[in-house]
Every structure is written in structure tokens, then in C-alpha cells.
């Protein structure tokens, strides 16, 4: 079965490293998002990619940086991590632009 | 500026009980209204969408009205049960006008008592 899969599961690192996370998707979709999810805030779009080669900001996208070389992964880094980034990170997928999402499990990450 | 407006943040309902999540939302252009459920350490799941086209759609227990005068749309979880107890979020976008990104409600976490 198609899935999108996001790792590590949770994370912790400490303030100023420059931390990776992963997301793999088996869909085929060209759309890809990565949002974060803080209390309070609901969920918040940081960057997002229409395609191999393409990324775009989102509202919330200081400190963090995308790359899409392939049409299944869309990895996210954060620069110099900060405690402010500690979150929930999901990313999520879909098959075209006026379609819903498929979202990962998460990855939790803390800043120390 | 929250351009869609979710409530309550949360609810209680006793099982065999309706479950009503409101959103109301500000830009006209929007024409996609999905709801997303998601439960503890999951992410979102796409639990179902209307278009401005109808007023009502119905899955199993689950039912989205549409007003599209007042602006506002609304779940319904009609003879709600404890595994129902998750997350709610609403969102809005607008494909046909090109802007494809969503905008989400902050959430209603509902919980169902046996």
C-alpha cells in the first residue's frame, strides 16, 4: 500500500545544531507540505512543493529550509535549531492541487 | 488575520449524542471546505470535503452543512461514539481561483463519554 512515512519519530537536539527530518512518500504525488503544529496555533504551513525542483514559503518558513530532487521526498532542515522550533512536525501530500491531504504520523521535536 | 474561525475549541458529548463543530470563514473566493480528524500521536486524516455546489453531504454518521450566505459551514457527528473522542480541524481553499494552499481552523478537540 502507497503511505508517507516521516523519521525520526521524535527528536531531540540542542539549540544551534542543524537538524534533518525526513518524509518519504510511495503516492506518486508531485504536491508536498511540511506544517507544524503548536498549541493554540492549529497547523501552520512552513514550506511546500508542487514538483521535482520546486519549493515554495509558507507562513512560518524563518529558519527552515526545503529541497525536492525527487518526486518522493521532501526533506526539511532547520538551520541553527532554536527552542521556539520545538513542535510537532507533519508533512503531508496530495494527489493535485485542489485535492485534500494525506499527512504523516509526525515526527516530535524538542530543542534543548 | 484568522480568515477561518473554528468553535469551541472543545466539547464534551455523551455517547449516542450530536457532535457540532461550526467554521466560519472570511474570503468568498474559497470553493473547497475539507475536515480533518486526527487522534492522539497521528497525523490529520481527510475525513471528508463539500463544495460551494451543495448545501449538505452526508458519510455514514458524518454530515457537513454548507451556508454559503451566512459564509459558515458546519460537522455534524450524529450518534457519536467514544472512538469519535479525536481532534477536528475544518479548512478552506480556493483551487479554482489558483490558490490551492488551505487555510485550517485552529481545532475543536471533541471527546465522547461512554
Known amino acids: 500500500d502507497a503511505e508517507i512515512t516521516q523519521s525520526p519519530r521524535h527528536k531531540i537536539t540542542e539549540t544551534g545544531r542543524q537538524v534533518t527530518l525526513a518524509c518519504h512518500q510511495t503516492w506518486n504525488h508531485n504536491n508536498m507540505f511540511w506544517y507544524r503544529q503548536d498549541l493554540g496555533h492549529g497547523l501552520r504551513l512552513i514550506h511546500y512543493?508542487?514538483?521535482?525542483?520546486?519549493?515554495n514559503k509558507g507562513e512560518v518558513s524563518d529558519g527552515y529550509s526545503v529541497s525536492r530532487s525527487n518526486t518522493e521526498d521532501l526533506p526539511l532542515t532547520l538551520e541553527s535549531a532554536a527552542s521556539s522550533q520545538t513542535s510537532v512536525y507533519f508533512c503531508?501530500?496530495?494527489?493535485?492541487?485542489?485535492?485534500?491531504?494525506?499527512f504523516g504520523s509526525g515526527t516530535r521535536l524538542t530543542v534543548v | 488575520q484568522q480568515q477561518v474561525k473554528q468553535s469551541p475549541q472543545s466539547l464534551i458529548v455523551q455517547k449516542g449524542g450530536i457532535s457540532i463543530i461550526n467554521c466560519a470563514y472570511e474570503?468568498?473566493?474559497?470553493?473547497?471546505f475539507p475536515w480533518y480528524q486526527q487522534f492522539p500521536g497521528k497525523g490529520p486524516a481527510l475525513l471528508i470535503a463539500i463544495r460551494p455546489d451543495v448545501s449538505e453531504k452526508k458519510e455514514g454518521r458524518f454530515t457537513i452543512s454548507f451556508n454559503k450566505s451566512a459564509k459558515q459551514f458546519s460537522l455534524h457527528i450524529m450518534d457519536s461514539q467514544p472512538g469519535d473522542s479525536a481532534t477536528y480541524f475544518c479548512a478552506a481553499s480556493s483551487p479554482s481561483g489558483g490558490s490551492y494552499i488551505p487555510t485550517f481552523g485552529r481545532g475543536t478537540s471533541l471527546i465522547v463519554h461512554p
Open positions: 474570503n468568498t473566493a474559497f470553493d473547497y
Open positions: 503531508a501530500s496530495s494527489e493535485n492541487r485542489a485535492a485534500g491531504y494525506t
Open positions: 512543493s508542487y514538483g521535482v525542483q520546486d519549493t
